[in-house]
């Protein structure tokens, strides 16, 4: 099946910084990417939506300034949180689409986000 | 008319038991239903999905049910092993992979050896 991989796996930074999490497709390009938020023992939250080489649509009440989404290729999408506060930490998982006529969307391993 | 209702939010069910997770939606332009399976730590693992010209799809131990007058879909766990015990998604979509999910809740499962 079509692998989808995250790096880093985990990351702890400090209040202010910011972080860069990479979501590859590795053996498939993915037309369409997603970003998704988890909070503990809660479902995922859809953050935004991101086609390769467009803007990334983000749902509402997501800040687009603060969560930074590159589609840049086909195999690779890149989330940037921006001067990460505490409450920023989260399970951040990614998944990807190969396109139009392809149902299944194919999730990463997440990303453990830990901002002190 | 996005949302995905699931049930129940948790389900200890006996080893080798049937274990019955229900979900339900409003939007009829849905016609993608995957239900997925998750770990603690991990990303979500699709484990069957159906479309609703089909009343039931089933793979292996898994079975999804659908009603499509009802707007509701379930999944059956046949034959229950510690090994299911995780946290179970369903969801609903427009279309291709292009479209977003809708995510229901989860339901916490625990199967007792």
């Known amino acids: 099946g079509a692998v989808v991989s995250q790096h880093p796996s985990w990351v702890i930074c400090k209040s202010g910084t910011s972080v860069k999490i990479e979501c590859r497709s590795l053996?498939?390009?993915?037309?369409?990417m997603f970003w998704y938020r988890q909070f503990p023992k809660q479902s995922l939250m859809l953050m935004a939506t991101?086609?390769?080489?467009?803007?990334?649509?983000?749902e509402q009440g997501v800040e687009k300034d603060k969560f930074l989404i590159n589609h840049a290729s086909l195999t690779l999408s890149t989330l940037t949180v921006t001067s990460a506060h505490p409450e920023d930490s989260s399970f951040y998982i990614c998944?990807?689409?190969?396109?139009?006529?392809?149902?299944?969307?194919?999730f990463g391993p997440g990303t453990r986000l830990t901002v002190l | 008319q996005q949302q995905v209702k699931q049930s129940p939010q948790s389900l200890i069910v006996q080893k080798g038991g049937i274990s019955i997770i229900n979900c339900a939606y409003e939007?009829?332009?849905?016609?993608?239903f995957p239900w997925y399976q998750q770990f603690p730590g991990k990303g979500p693992a699709l484990l069957i999905a159906?479309?609703?010209?089909?009343s039931e799809k089933k793979e292996g131990r898994f079975t999804i049910s659908f009603n499509k007058s009802a707007k509701q879909f379930s999944l059956h766990i046949m034959d229950s092993q510690p090994g299911d015990s995780a946290t179970y998604f369903c969801?609903?979509?427009?279309?291709?992979?292009?479209?977003?999910?809708?995510f229901g809740t989860g339901t916490r499962l625990k199967v007792l050896a």
């Open positions: 159906i479309r609703p010209d089909v």
């Open positions: 053996d498939f390009q993915a037309t369409t």
């Open positions: 998944s990807a689409s190969g396109g139009a006529g392809v149902d299944e969307q194919f």
């Open positions: 939007n009829t332009a849905f016609d993608y």
């Open positions: 969801a609903a979509s427009r279309g291709s992979g292009t479209y977003k999910y809708i």
């Open positions: 991101s086609n390769e080489g467009s803007k990334a649509t983000y």
